[in-house]
Nanobody
Framework: VQLQASGGGLVHSGGSLRLSCVAS????????MGWFRQAPGKEREFVSA????????FAADAVKGRFAISKHNANNTIHLQMNSLKPEDTAVYYC????????????????WGHGTLVTVSS
């Protein structure tokens, strides 16, 4: 599965951005797709994930109530709507896909997209 992420950019604190990730070249049944992020000097951390049938969603505590993940099966796309952004949300955001049971362990996920940079200014 190939993943292509987009939607990063520069936004002021309190603003919003919407990330998208398009999957191609494979089947996503019984898999989850989602997002990780990595800030400078820090380890990659889980953000949010969604199952392909949409029945399972979960998110990191740091983003609950501010970020919302959704999917659009018709074009194999997931979105991450990020609201009330904070400077500490600044990071490179990576889209990933893998078996449901392997989330949220990044070392167990099969497919990764190139990152998209999100910068939140104070």
């Amino acid at each position: 599965v190939q993943l292509q992420a987009s939607g990063g950019g520069l936004v002021h604190s309190g603003g919003s951005l919407r990330l998208s990730c398009v999957a191609s070249g494979g089947t996503l049944s019984r898999q989850m797709m989602g997002w990780f992020r990595q800030a400078p000097g820090k380890e990659r951390e889980f953000v949010s994930a969604i199952s392909w049938d949409g029945g399972i969603k979960f998110a990191a505590d740091a983003v609950k109530g501010r970020f919302a993940i959704s999917k659009h099966n018709a074009n194999n796309t997931i979105h991450l709507q990020m609201n009330s952004l904070k400077p500490e949300d600044t990071a490179v955001y990576y889209c990933a896909a893998g078996p449901t049971e392997n989330w949220p362990r990044p070392d167990r996920l099969d497919s990764w997209g190139h990152g998209t940079l999100v910068t939140v200014s104070s």
